[in-house]
């Protein structure tokens, strides 16, 4: 180290060492920065920085060596070999490229490897520059130093590209230290391997030209280096510049520039770990209404530039500890983070007042409302999903009830609601999966017992709740708009299972008035017909008085279509609703059903047998036959008998089961007398 240190002050223009060490430490910094473009990129890319990478560190490491040995003085002549001199520049470029690539990669020690095959390309670099150096006496080297200096070149550049595989916010400044030291170590210790015996003294390279040819060297190095480097920042500029616009496209809705969902939720988990100073927190669901009236009557176009004005007027209301979100579609969402629970209550009341002014628009002038859902942190809920499902339950509990007012959540009554979108988005995966099964109750024709066809009704048995039953699961599926497919799915199954049955019996299906109003309703029947063999005459559809009264010419066309096709059509229910009479004259039925309703009361109310009497009556007199449903007593058959219903159906002749009932026990039923019926139910 001692000689080092004399062989660098007594052999060396100090003022050309210092700036040979300048050149290594912006050349090192240089280098470091352009190896973190050769990790981030890949591919061609990659192979580019590593070029670059290489050039600008082979220049580096050769104008350190250059530089430096223009500032060794000796009183014999010196001379430089061009093309030797040439050939270290190229050397130590040449191995640098392999260095950077191996040192790229990922493994625990492939940037110790890659730097160790950089620092011999260094080691390579001097020694070969050394060759060009001509001095005219006796060049002799201590083994010993020249070994040294290998060494500590490898080792020092194997720690610095092994530190660059760090994460540490330091890791950038230690790897510029140790390649600047290692280049520097290596030269130093080099020359001090090497001693000159002078032979003649005379004229080689001047002190002036070479202090002039260092100068030049460290101008020209700068400048290569500098762009290399330049170039290293702009394309890491660009990146971190592309990676903020995708982080703002990830994060924020692209219509309305507001938090997105995931932004939101993101935001919403953030406040639960560090409070934000505030005392109470709360999540705020806002769903517009009337809002789709703006995008029917003056198209989306209309509908985008309403969000747009809504979101920037919610914008600008809000106030520190305020965040507003755009989930989707019309739906927002905000939490509030207060101190007193009257911040929030006048965060309410600022949303509200954002939708009492319309909006106003080149084209059109809308106004619109929204239905708002609070649930509070911690009282409601411990994290970001339990939080806003919360809200999201208060919100459509104020949508039900056509509130404008803010809606806080309860639980009694949101978990009700909760339980029946449950069930809704349970009921949409049986669908998917057809898990419904259907059941038939037979239908017999009155005195002969002989059975007349079955009606299909649609059974859930659902995974974790058992049989669920259809007084629940229907209405649920006429308000979420899935009782079309719902009614699909019946129509076909009935079809494809009554077409494999031993015998012809006619099948039922009831018709829902949301599938009668449905205009493809024709083209159902006729592919469900086609695709399971069943003739038409076979197949009888049945539907309620309300099904026609609500689009009454439609509806008729409807069932006139269908009954040309040879389908049957029975009024369902008949004498509940409001306009019978009306709608029987208006439209041939094949048969009419007496609602049960009637039947259960027939032994005790003189007044609805008088009813059973005249729609029996009124059915012979329009060609009509009458079913009396819900007969589960043998009082009640006999009844319906004597007062001249033409068949039945109910619990006494057969139950919905997937099995056909048996004819002849049917029949067998039918025949006996009120009491013998009682005496062979109760011994069955």
């Given at each position: 180290?001692?000689?080092?240190?004399?062989?660098?002050?007594?052999?060396?223009?100090?003022?050309?060492?210092a700036l040979a060490l300048l050149v290594c430490l912006i050349g090192s910094a240089a280098s470091v920065q352009l190896f973190s473009r050769v990790r981030a990129s890949a591919?061609?890319?990659?192979?580019?920085?590593?070029?670059?990478?290489?050039?600008?560190?082979?220049?580096?490491?050769?104008?350190?060596?250059?530089?430096?040995?223009?500032?060794?003085?000796?009183?014999?002549?010196?001379?430089?070999?061009?093309?030797?001199?040439?050939?270290?520049?190229?050397?130590?470029?040449?191995?640098?490229?392999?260095?950077?690539?191996?040192?790229?990669?990922?493994?625990?020690?492939?940037?110790?490897?890659?730097?160790?095959?950089?620092?011999?390309?260094?080691?390579?670099?001097?020694?070969?520059?050394?060759?060009?150096?001509?001095?005219?006496?006796?060049?002799?080297?201590?083994?010993?130093?020249?070994?040294?200096?290998?060494?500590?070149?490898?080792?020092?550049?194997?720690?610095?590209?092994?530190?660059?595989?760090?994460?540490?916010?330091?890791?950038?400044?230690?790897?510029?230290?140790?390649?600047?030291?290692?280049?520097?170590?290596?030269?130093?210790?080099?020359?001090?391997?090497?001693?000159?015996?002078?032979?003649?003294?005379?004229?080689?390279?001047?002190?002036?030209?070479?202090?002039?040819?260092?100068?030049?060297?460290?101008?020209?190095?700068?400048?290569?280096?500098?762009?290399?480097?330049?170039?290293?920042?702009?394309?890491?500029?660009?990146?971190?510049?592309?990676?903020?616009?995708?982080?703002?496209?990830?994060?924020?809705?692209?219509?309305?520039?507001?938090?997105?969902?995931?932004?939101?939720?993101?935001?919403?988990?953030?406040?639960?770990?560090?409070?934000?100073?505030?005392?109470?927190?709360?999540?705020?669901?806002?769903?517009?209404?009337?809002?789709?009236?703006?995008?029917?009557?003056?198209?989306?176009?209309?509908?985008?530039?309403?969000?747009?004005?809504?979101?920037?007027?919610?914008?600008?209301?809000?106030?520190?500890?305020?965040?507003?979100?755009?989930?989707?579609?019309?739906?927002?969402?905000?939490?509030?983070?207060?101190?007193?629970?009257?911040?929030?209550?006048?965060?309410?009341?600022?949303?509200?007042?954002?939708?009492?002014?319309?909006?106003?628009?080149?084209?059109?002038?809308?106004?619109?409302?929204?239905?708002?859902?609070?649930?509070?942190?911690?009282?409601?809920?411990?994290?970001?999903?339990?939080?806003?499902?919360?809200?999201?339950?208060?919100?459509?509990?104020?949508?039900?009830?056509?509130?404008?007012?803010?809606?806080?959540?309860?639980?009694?009554?949101?978990?009700?609601?909760?339980?029946?979108?449950?069930?809704?988005?349970?009921?949409?995966?049986?669908?998917?999966?057809?898990?419904?099964?259907?059941?038939?109750?037979?239908?017999?024709?009155?005195?002969?017992?002989?059975?007349?066809?079955?009606?299909?009704?649609?059974?859930?048995?659902?995974?974790?709740?058992?049989?669920?039953?259809?007084?629940?699961?229907?209405?649920?599926?006429?308000?979420?708009?899935?009782?079309?497919?719902?009614?699909?799915?019946?129509?076909?199954?009935?079809?494809?299972?009554?077409?494999?049955?031993?015998?012809?019996?006619?099948?039922?299906?009831?018709?829902?008035?949301?599938?009668?109003?449905?205009?493809?309703?024709?083209?159902?029947?006729?592919?469900?017909?086609?695709?399971?063999?069943?003739?038409?005459?076979?197949?009888?559809?049945?539907?309620?008085?309300?099904?026609?009264?609500?689009?009454?010419?439609?509806?008729?066309?409807?069932?006139?279509?269908?009954?040309?096709?040879?389908?049957?059509?029975?009024?369902?229910?008949?004498?509940?609703?409001?306009?019978?009479?009306?709608?029987?004259?208006?439209?041939?039925?094949?048969?009419?059903?007496?609602?049960?309703?009637?039947?259960?009361?027939?032994?005790?109310?003189?007044?609805?047998?008088?009813?059973?009497?005249?729609?029996a009556a009124l059915g012979v007199t329009l060609n009509m036959p009458v079913l009396a449903e819900g007969v589960e007593e043998a009082a009640q058959l006999a009844i319906v008998?004597?007062?001249?219903?033409?068949?039945?159906?109910?619990?006494?002749?057969?139950?919905?089961?997937?099995?056909?009932?048996?004819?002849?026990?049917?029949?067998?039923?039918?025949?006996?007398?009120?009491?013998?019926?009682?005496?062979?139910?109760?011994?069955?």
């Amino acid at each position: 180290m001692m000689r080092v240190a004399l062989c660098i002050a007594r052999e060396h223009d100090l003022r050309l060492v210092a700036l040979a060490l300048l050149v290594c430490l912006i050349g090192s910094a240089a280098s470091v920065q352009l190896f973190s473009r050769v990790r981030a990129s890949a591919g061609a890319s990659r192979a580019g920085w590593v070029i670059l990478a290489a050039v600008s560190a082979g220049t580096m490491v050769w104008a350190t060596h250059f530089v430096a040995m223009m500032a060794f003085r000796t009183s014999a002549p010196v001379v430089l070999d061009p093309l030797t001199t040439l050939a270290s520049l190229l050397a130590v470029m040449g191995l640098a490229g392999p260095g950077l690539a191996i040192a790229a990669r990922p493994g625990r020690w492939c940037g110790a490897i890659g730097g160790a095959v950089i620092g011999a390309g260094v080691a390579v670099m001097h020694y070969v520059g050394m060759a060009a150096y001509r001095v005219d006496g006796i060049v002799t080297w201590d083994w010993r130093y020249v070994a040294a200096s290998v060494v500590l070149s490898c080792a020092l550049t194997a720690g610095a590209f092994h530190r660059l595989t760090s994460s540490a916010r330091a890791a950038g400044v230690h790897a510029v230290a140790l390649l600047s030291l290692a280049v520097a170590t290596l030269h130093f210790t080099g020359m001090a391997a090497m001693q000159i015996t002078v032979l003649r003294l005379g004229d080689g390279l001047s002190n002036l030209t070479m202090g002039a040819l260092a100068v030049t060297t460290t101008v020209a190095t700068c400048i290569i280096v500098g762009c290399a480097a330049i170039s290293a920042l702009i394309d890491g500029h660009t990146q971190s510049e592309s990676y903020r616009r995708l982080r703002q496209m990830a994060m924020h809705d692209g219509l309305t520039d507001l938090p997105n969902r995931t932004s939101f939720i993101a935001e919403l988990e953030q406040r639960f770990l560090i409070h934000g100073g505030y005392a109470c927190m709360a999540v705020v669901m806002l769903d517009l209404s009337r809002f789709k009236v703006v995008n029917d009557t003056y198209g989306h176009q209309a509908g985008d530039q309403l969000l747009v004005a809504l979101a920037a007027r919610l914008a600008a209301q809000l106030e520190p500890g305020e965040l507003i979100a755009r989930l989707g579609g019309d739906e927002f969402a905000a939490v509030v983070s207060y101190d007193d629970a009257d911040d929030l209550a006048r965060f309410l009341d600022r949303v509200r007042t954002a939708f009492d002014a319309p909006f106003v628009f080149e084209r059109f002038t809308a106004s619109i409302g929204a239905n708002i859902g609070v649930a509070l942190a911690v009282h409601d809920g411990f994290d970001a999903d339990a939080l806003l499902a919360k809200a999201d339950l208060a919100m459509y509990r104020a949508k039900s009830a056509h509130s404008t007012k803010p809606c806080f959540y309860d639980a009694q009554m949101d978990d009700a609601v909760r339980e029946r979108r449950e069930l809704v988005a349970d009921l949409r995966k049986a669908l998917d999966g057809a898990a419904f099964e259907l059941h038939y109750q037979v239908q017999a024709a009155i005195p002969s017992g002989e059975i007349t066809g079955y009606e299909a009704l649609i059974r859930w048995p659902h995974q974790t709740r058992g049989m669920v039953p259809p007084a629940l699961f229907i209405p649920l599926a006429e308000k979420s708009g899935d009782i079309v497919p719902l009614s699909i799915w019946i129509l076909r199954q009935a079809c494809f299972e009554a077409a494999l049955w031993p015998n012809r019996y006619p099948v039922a299906v009831n018709l829902s008035p949301v599938h009668l109003a449905d205009p493809r309703l024709i083209e159902t029947v006729r592919a469900a017909l086609a695709d399971s063999g069943l003739p038409p005459e076979r197949l009888s559809l049945e539907l309620t008085e309300s099904a026609i009264i609500h689009d009454r010419r439609f509806a008729l066309a409807q069932l006139k279509a269908l009954k040309e096709m040879g389908i049957g059509i029975a009024l369902d229910d008949f004498g509940v609703g409001y306009s019978s009479l009306d709608v029987l004259r208006s439209f041939p039925f094949d048969r009419i059903k007496l609602d049960a309703s009637f039947v259960a009361e027939i032994e005790h109310d003189d007044q609805a047998v008088s009813i059973l009497r005249s729609v029996a009556a009124l059915g012979v007199t329009l060609n009509m036959p009458v079913l009396a449903e819900g007969v589960e007593e043998a009082a009640q058959l006999a009844i319906v008998m004597r007062e001249g219903c033409s068949a039945i159906q109910g619990y006494l002749i057969g139950k919905p089961s997937r099995a056909l009932a048996d004819p002849a026990q049917v029949r067998r039923t039918m025949s006996l007398k009120p009491r013998e019926i009682v005496a062979g139910a109760g011994g069955g």
